[in-house]
């Protein structure tokens, strides 16, 4: 007959119900402001899309937070279903004041991506 076909549900019948890997990823950092004073905790934004721009979940987030003066710190998360994670850093007196820069890493399945962004500490 013409039946309709779900065509969802044939792919994951076929692709036994696994969701697929995206055939691009992509990544993009935000914070909360741009200019932070010490002691203030910056709030990162780290979200991976795909390439129809639609947020990719369950992918790995590491960032590291590179100070004027001490060492990098990495923080580490995963995507929620909005394809977004937040992560916080505490701005301390030994890090100095001056351009922090973030860089961020997603990976899913073989892909990955990177994306910085530079605050200032005052």
């Avoid at 994951?12 to 741009?34: M, R, S, W, Y």
């Avoid at 369950?58 to 279903?81: D, H, I, R």
């Avoid at 916080?88 to 962004?117: F, I, Q």
């Amino acid at each position: 007959g013409n039946g309709l076909v779900d065509a969802w549900a044939a792919y994951q019948f076929v692709t036994n119900g696994t969701i697929p890997d995206p055939g691009a990823l992509n990544a993009a950092i935000t914070t909360d402001k741009e200019t932070y004073t010490l002691k203030q905790t910056i709030y990162i934004t780290v979200t991976a899309t795909d390439e129809n721009n639609a947020p990719v979940a369950a992918a790995n987030v590491s960032l590291v937070v590179a100070p004027p003066l001490g060492k990098s710190t990495t923080l580490t998360g995963t995507t929620g279903s909005d394809g977004k994670v937040v992560l916080s850093y505490k701005t301390k007196v030994p890090n100095g004041r001056g351009a922090y820069t973030l860089t961020a890493t997603v990976t899913k399945g073989d892909l990955s991506a990177t994306a910085a962004k530079t605050v200032t500490v005052s």
